[in-house]
């Protein structure tokens, strides 16, 4: 069975819950805290599985509890986990802050995230019935460079969740063949500010210039996409009940990817991908 290879970070998430995020200096009493399983990389494995894909990760851990509960959940989910531990470090977390209206900030510190080694991404082990590479932007560019490489030495499609923005090398560029990015994101890489799906749409298009295959994800306004000799299109987003934005990019990720895994055109994977976030943002928080 074809397999999905997350390579990315994990993280302990706090998770806080405040009338409003705090101002520069101000002291916000908040209502609730939680602790889950998080980081980018990890949150799109869990996603892709819950979508019904077989799921491989790469990454590592520290050598302490949090580093054990990130492991225990990827096993829960049936990922075939290939995480380093490294010893005497600590696992990455971050803490996260949502707000009344269901937005939210967060701050990350990266800690064994920052030490995947990039040659064991050439392991051929690693690589044994992987149909699709998926990456993003919480690890080094030296690790995603040697994933891609080691995944365009295979054939295997190279997707990217290039969050948080930063430049990209032209190195890992010429090995894309999928670049995911919300309007922030969007932005910071086309200089097109993302107010309106109409915006979205003119992003991808100027991305669509660089990349294969682009995906840009408008929150409210809905997602754009374009492909390589076809026109761009858009899908306007699901009316819902906010109740919670945080994890949505994950869970679009998650499914999005599960779906092309299957053979499904992008329009198609983008639409299923529409539709499961509009239920997460709209499902109440375990």
Same mark, same amino acid.
């Given at each position: 069975?074809?397999?999905?290879?997350?390579?990315?970070?994990?993280?302990?998430?706090?998770?806080?819950?405040?009338?409003?995020? %705090?101002?520069?200096?101000?002291?916000?009493?908040?209502?609730? @805290? +939680?602790?889950?399983?998080?980081?980018?990389? &990890?949150? /799109?494995?869990?996603?892709?599985?819950?979508?019904? =894909?077989?799921?491989?990760?790469?990454?590592?851990?520290? !050598?302490?509890? %949090?580093?054990?509960?990130?492991?225990?959940?990827?096993?829960?989910?049936?990922?075939?986990?290939?995480?380093?531990?490294?010893?005497?470090? %600590? +696992?990455?977390?971050?803490?996260?802050? /949502?707000?009344?209206?269901?937005?939210?900030?967060?701050?990350?510190?990266?800690?064994?995230?920052?030490?995947?080694?990039?040659?064991?991404?050439?392991?051929?082990?690693?690589?044994?019935?992987?149909?699709?590479?998926?990456?993003?932007?919480?690890?080094?560019?030296?690790?995603?460079?040697?994933?891609?490489?080691?995944?365009?030495?295979?054939?295997?499609?190279?997707?990217?969740?290039?969050?948080?923005?930063? =430049?990209? +090398?032209? =190195?890992?560029?010429? @090995?894309? !063949?999928?670049?995911?990015?919300?309007?922030?994101?969007?932005?910071? #890489?086309?200089?097109?500010?993302?107010?309106?799906?109409?915006?979205?749409?003119?992003?991808?298009?100027?991305?669509?210039?660089?990349?294969?295959?682009?995906?840009?994800?408008?929150?409210?306004?809905?997602? =754009?996409?374009?492909?390589?000799?076809?026109?761009? /299109?858009?899908?306007?987003?699901?009316?819902?009940?906010?109740?919670?934005?945080?994890?949505?990019?994950? @869970?679009? #990720? &998650?499914?999005? @990817?599960?779906?092309?895994?299957?053979?499904? %055109?992008? +329009?198609?994977?983008?639409?299923?991908?529409?539709?499961?976030?509009?239920?997460?943002?709209?499902?109440?928080?375990?």
């Amino acid at each position: 069975m074809s397999q999905i290879l997350v390579t990315g970070s994990l993280h302990y998430d706090i998770m806080l819950q405040a009338d409003h995020r %705090p101002e520069k200096g101000e002291t916000v009493i908040g209502s609730r @805290c +939680s602790y889950k399983f998080g980081g980018k990389g &990890g949150n /799109q494995a869990v996603a892709a599985a819950r979508a019904g =894909a077989a799921v491989r990760f790469a990454g590592a851990v520290g !050598d302490d509890a %949090p580093g054990a509960f990130l492991l225990a959940v990827l096993d829960e989910h049936g990922i075939d986990s290939r995480v380093a531990v490294k010893a005497g470090e %600590p +696992s990455g977390m971050s803490v996260a802050i /949502q707000d009344a209206e269901g937005d939210y900030g967060a701050v990350v510190v990266s800690g064994a995230n920052t030490l995947i080694e990039p040659q064991a991404l050439a392991e051929a082990s690693l690589w044994q019935q992987v149909g699709m590479l998926v990456l993003q932007n919480e690890v080094t560019d030296a690790v995603n460079l040697a994933a891609a490489q080691a995944a365009r030495q295979r054939a295997i499609p190279v997707c990217i969740n290039a969050a948080p923005a930063r =430049a990209l +090398s032209p =190195a890992l560029i010429a @090995c894309l !063949d999928l670049l995911v990015v919300n309007g922030v994101e969007a932005r910071d #890489m086309s200089g097109i500010s993302v107010n309106s799906l109409a915006d979205a749409l003119q992003a991808a298009q100027a991305l669509g210039q660089h990349y294969p295959a682009v995906v840009v994800t408008a929150g409210e306004h809905g997602v =754009a996409w374009i492909e390589a000799g076809q026109p761009a /299109q858009s899908l306007a987003a699901q009316k819902v009940v906010l109740v919670s934005t945080h994890g949505a990019g994950d @869970c679009f #990720m &998650g499914m999005l @990817c599960a779906t092309l895994l299957q053979g499904e %055109p992008l +329009s198609t994977a983008v639409a299923r991908a529409n539709q499961a976030a509009a239920e997460h943002v709209s499902r109440p928080a375990a």
